[in-house]
């Protein structure tokens, strides 16, 4: 949500949409988790079934059957010895920035005279993507440069260097560029002039030389440049192409006092591809190769740590000798106060750091046994990260990515032999941030496999990326380090299927802009995608009109058969029923189309699905969805035909309208807002919208438990607005689908951000998060008589880092001035502080007046430190550790804004948590403190839309037997219906396996068996083991231990 001006970075470009076209874009970044796959929901995998084709080689989940064609793992993915000491283990690394070869070379190819040659910047080893494609084109990231030199004879004098020549080029609009670039002494690259899309052009330009400015004092340098970003190409086939470009009559004409020339090249050498004549190739730079395999890495995760070898991209001056090191700023917990570079290292500022690690190559494994069932064509990465990247006003955006690619090596498939360096690399085009903390990062990768694959490789990146969004500060830390790689293979049925999170569809408003009671027909809501697809040089918030889906047969032989379907149920308001025109039954599917790109050619394995944006979705209907595609040998009408649906478990798709969590919250629809009839030949809809802008990333458990405990009901009492991949800040938060007019009938807003840093509230800064949040709830609040609950951990410092709109949105309208980032160190060091209410505040006044901000491990959280400004009101402090008042700090803050009301928390709702030691604990701390804000807003839930409590029963949990072998009854007993969410971590905060998580009935003593089995079916090592079970706003932890 930064503000910073990015000048020259995207070219406006006009086009029209006719198909579904799959919007070309630079990457989006995350904080992980928001990626849907799909799979087959009758597949369950047992731990024998998996195959660890790589893992640490004391990894607890090897396999030593001797039936597994070799002892488990077959490739090692750590990075040290059997004794400890670093070693590469096969893997190799570069600097991405330093290309080796070059693609320029002398060519016809594309030339309007066949007997012509140019300069050409492509590869004819590209394949065609389609019968309009010819052979050849241009590749992913690359950067490749033309040079021209030549020493003037006059260097105390200036010169005037002037460049004309023919030029063709053919490259993606606003993200692939040629440049014709000079460079002076001790400068970077400096460009005259830029292209992108397709076109002729006949280039003239010119600069002047001071005689400072030649390079070694003598020389003057101009260059044809070409780069292209990591997608989007004729090597992925989503840009089919005559590109990049071709440059021929290349004359450049220099002026050094009296001495007057003319250098002429046309590239009619005989047709040698390496004969460039007067012009040279030049290979780029590179700001360095920093990977290294590092031993007892600190860290500040402060729950978990790891001294075992790890590869990091720290500059310490030694690894890339020259380099003089890259000192911390604030972050220097890295060898030696070292960190990432962030001023471009051996390249200069200009440039950015890219390097990657790439896994050998591994062979793709035969079935365990000759096991016969599904093929093995399933595949999960899984890596360990330290991340440290919060993307504050001053950081340099460090990234980490990660890719595969693999190759049928013998055509088994029937689309060619391979080579899988040939191949391009695939991702979900996401790069990752948040931390400081360690991650084990899953990824399912399924649908990115070629078929019949014998191959499959994997890469580890990290990337420079922050300018792009205008985070381009040197307060860099040590992070990303890498360790444990795990690439696990298992059966799968039916089509691999993925999509992300952010192009899926999104809740949204009528399109019409205003709510007008008299015209209930004009009130169609679109069915849109979640994303911005426009540049950020449109100056637009423009969602995709479709959504995407990767389907990809991965099978060997198989091809789809038929299009993949979206099917969708709606729970309809009948207020609207006389208006639907679309046609389409209330239960129905709809046939996908393959997505094309901007070049009309359609994008391998893309599919786009939509429904009608007119007559068919209205203000309080509620849409269910999922995909369904199938693969057949042989494709349409071929055997063995397998299904895979998205998501996976669509339990509750038919039902569970009244439940906000009874289906996949991410492909559940609401039309809004919930318009009803008032029962007097009038309308109104509920007074609350609950704004989830943390999605499913947690706390919708507690959330939606306090609502209901709190006898408030979905769509009638509040409506929803859930707000897809909120951490990727894609201009779907609630200003980019509403403005102030069409919220004007709700009086409470309720909102959470949870433990989110970046892209909380938007303030429509086309750069970054083009959807203006805090214009819209401005707005709202200025109407008068209206309220607003807002919770998030670092909601306050996200407002005070992203412009002056935001800013003054927290010191005017919440009434709170950010102190510190984090409160912790600051309050004694305490992770989980114990909060006061003010006596006599008047919000509080019940029997709730004390609660824990949970921020311990296994996520450990901070917390914005807040102090109150103007008339705002302290409602509730943070206790020293002696229980104690003795900080400024606010733990909630009311705040008037003539007539409307804000109330404030620096610790999100999911967070507070129940103080055992206080009285009346019949509701949790969360559910009464939510109670106490909505009643002082004027609000009372209705007492008989609470669910019933067993008497004599209480949330609790226990197991047996313990120390158990092979597997323990976890029993649970719930005084209510309510969602149950139990999961198994090991003793480091990582997941092990999710036993339930969905709504159970009231009862004591219910049971679930947990079998010593890991989420992808493996039997976990010996050792000690946590169950987590969250429900009715609580949560219970338990210990058990795994003998074998």
């Given amino acids: 949500m930064k503000s910073t001006h990015i000048s020259g970075l995207l070219f406006a470009i006009i086009f029209l949409l006719a198909l579904p076209v799959l919007a070309d874009e630079l990457p989006e970044y995350t904080l992980g988790g928001s990626v849907i796959h799909g799979g087959s929901p009758g597949l369950a995998k047992a731990g024998g079934d998996t195959i660890n084709l790589m893992a640490a ?50 060519s016809n190819y594309n030339q309007p005279d066949p007997a012509n040659f140019a300069a050409w910047c492509g590869d004819i080893k590209i394949p065609s993507c389609g019968v309009d494609d010819p052979e050849g084109g241009y590749g992913n990231s690359w950067n490749d440069i033309l040079e021209f030199r030549q020493t003037v004879p006059n260097t105390g004098t200036s010169s005037m260097v002037t460049v004309t020549a023919t030029l063709i080029h053919d490259s993606e609009p606003g993200y692939d560029y040629t440049y014709l670039s000079y460079q002076f002494e001790g400068d970077s690259f400096a460009d005259m002039q830029i292209w992108d899309g397709a076109g002729t052009v006949a280039v003239f330009n010119s600069v002047s030389y001071l005689p400072a400015d030649y ?35 290349i004359d450049v004409h220099i002026v050094n006092g009296a001495f007057d020339a003319h250098f002429f090249e046309d590239f009619e050498h005989g047709g040698d591809p390496a004969d460039f004549g007067i012009w040279d190739i030049k290979l780029p730079s590179g700001v360095g190769d920093f990977s290294h395999i ?12 790891n001294y075992t070898p790890q590869v990091a991209f720290i500059d310490d001056g030694i690894v890339v000798p020259g380099t003089g090191g890259t000192e911390c700023v604030n972050w220097c917990y890295g060898p030696g106060g070292y960190i990432v570079p962030t001023t471009g290292g051996l390249a200069g500022p200009a440039e950015h750091l890219h390097n990657a690690i790439e896994s050998p190559v591994m062979a793709w494994p035969s079935p365990k046994g000759g096991a016969a069932g599904p093929d093995y064509d399933g595949i999960n ?28 090596t013998d055509d088994s498939a029937g689309n060619g ?78 089509p691999g299927m993925a999509s992300r999170e952010i192009d899926l569809a999104q809740d949204n408003f009528p399109a019409r802009g205003t709510i007008d009671y008299g015209d209930l027909g004009s009130h169609s809501v679109r069915f849109d995608m979640a994303r911005n697809i426009s540049l950020a040089s449109h100056l637009r918030n423009d969602p995709g009109d479709s959504i995407y889906v990767t389907i990809a047969p991965i099978r060997t032989g198989s091809d789809m058969d038929g299009d993949p379907e979206l099917h969708y149920i709606m729970d309809r308001n009948p207020v609207f029923d006389p208006y639907r025109t679309s046609g389409l039954p209330a239960i129905g599917s709809v046939t996908g189309r393959p997505a094309v790109g901007l070049s009309g050619q359609p994008t391998p394995d893309q599919w786009a699905f939509d429904l009608p944006d007119t007559g068919f979705l209205f203000p309080g209907d509620v849409l269910h969805y999922y995909i369904s595609a199938t693969d057949a040998i042989g494709g349409v009408g071929g055997s063995d035909p397998r299904t895979a649906l998205m998501p996976s478990d669509t339990t509750g798709f038919s039902t569970s309208f009244g439940n906000p969590m009874g289906y996949n919250s991410t492909f559940t629809i609401h039309a809004l807002p919930s318009i009803r009839s008032d029962g007097f030949e009038g309308f109104d809809h509920p007074e609350i919208l609950f704004i989830n802008d943390f999605a499913n990333r947690g706390g919708e458990n507690e959330w939606y438990t306090a609502l209901n405990n709190l006898g ?71 109407i008068g008589g209206k309220d607003m609950f807002l919770t998030g951990d670092n909601l306050a410092s996200d407002l005070n880092q992203a412009g002056t709109a935001t800013l003054a949105f927290a010191e005017q309208y919440m009434g709170v001035r950010l102190t510190t980032f984090s409160i912790r160190s600051f309050i004694g060091n305490q992770a989980t502080p114990l909060v006061n209410v003010i006596p006599g505040n008047p919000v509080f006044m019940g029997q709730l007046q004390s609660w824990y901000a949970f921020g311990g491990c296994y996520s ?63 509701l949790a701390g969360r559910t009464q403190l939510l109670g106490d804000v909505l009643q002082y807003f004027g609000m009372v839930g209705n007492p008989l839309n609470v669910s019933p409590v067993l008497p004599g029963i209480t949330f609790q949990t226990s197991n047996y037997p313990n120390p158990f072998n092979p597997s323990t009854t976890i029993k649970y007993s719930m005084p209510k219906a309510g969602h149950l969410k139990l999961c198994v971590y090991n003793v480091r905060g990582q997941l092990v396996k999710t036993l339930i998580d969905g709504v159970r009935p009231a009862g004591a003593d219910q049971t679930i ?8 079916g493996s039997s976990v090592a010996s050792g000690v083991y946590f169950y987590e079970a969250r429900a009715l706003g609580d949560i219970r932890i338990g210990k058990t231990t795994l003998l074998k």
């Fill in 381 to 408: 990465l899984a890596f360990t990260v330290f991340r440290h990247e919060d993307l504050s006003w001053d950081s340099p955006g460090v990234f980490f990515t990660w890719a595969v690619r693999s190759a049928d």
């Fill in 860 to 922: 450990r959280n901070t917390f914005d430190g807040v102090e109150v400004m103007g008339a705002a009101t302290r409602l509730a402090e943070f206790l020293n550790p002696s229980g104690l008042p003795a900080y400024n700090f606010s733990a909630a803050t009311l705040n008037p804004n003539g007539t409307s009301r804000i109330i404030s928390m620096p610790v999100d709702l999911m967070y507070v948590y129940t103080d055992p030691s206080a009285a009346g604990n019949l």
């Fill in 294 to 305: 590092w031993t007892g890495l600190r860290d500040i995760d402060p729950c978990i740590s």
């Fill in 215 to 249: 390079l070694g004092g003598t020389d003057i340098a101009v260059y044809f440049r070409f780069r292209s970003d990591g997608g989007w190409s004729d090597e992925d086939c989503s840009f089919p192409s005559a590109g990049g470009c071709q440059v021929d009559d």
């Fill in 1009 to 1016: 068996v947990w079998d010593g089995m890991d989420e992808r």
């Fill in 712 to 782: 408030y009901l979905v769509n009638e009492d509040y409506d929803v607005y859930y707000v897809n991949g909120p951490s990727s800040g894609v201009g779907n938060g609630i200003g980019g689908r509403a403005s102030h007019l069409m919220l004007t009938d709700y009086d409470i807003i309720i909102y959470t951000s949870g433990d989110l840093g970046v892209n909380t509230i938007s303030n429509g800064d086309f750069n970054n998060d083009a959807g203006d949040d805090v214009g819209t709830l401005t707005n709202w609040l200025d």
């Fill in 417 to 494: 032999v391979q080579v899988i360096t040939n191949q391009g690399w695939l991702d979900r085009n996401f790069v990752f941030y948040g931390g400081p903390d360690y991650l084990r990062s899953h990824n399912e990768v399924t649908d990115l496999m070629n078929p019949g694959r014998d191959e499959v490789q994997v890469q580890l990146t990290v990337y420079e990326l922050g300018w792009v969004w205008g985070f381009d500060g040197n307060d860099g830390t040590p992070a990303p380090y890498f360790d444990d790689v795990t690439v696990k293979i298992y059966p799968h049925l039916g």
């Fill in 57 to 106: 080689s004391d990894d607890p989940t090897n396999n030593v059957n001797p039936l597994d064609y070799g002892l488990e793992p077959y490739y090692d993915g750590d990075f040290e010895n059997e004794f400890g000491i670093p070693d590469w283990n096969g893997w190799t690394h570069y600097d991405i920035t330093a290309p080796t070869t070059s693609n320029w070379n002398v």
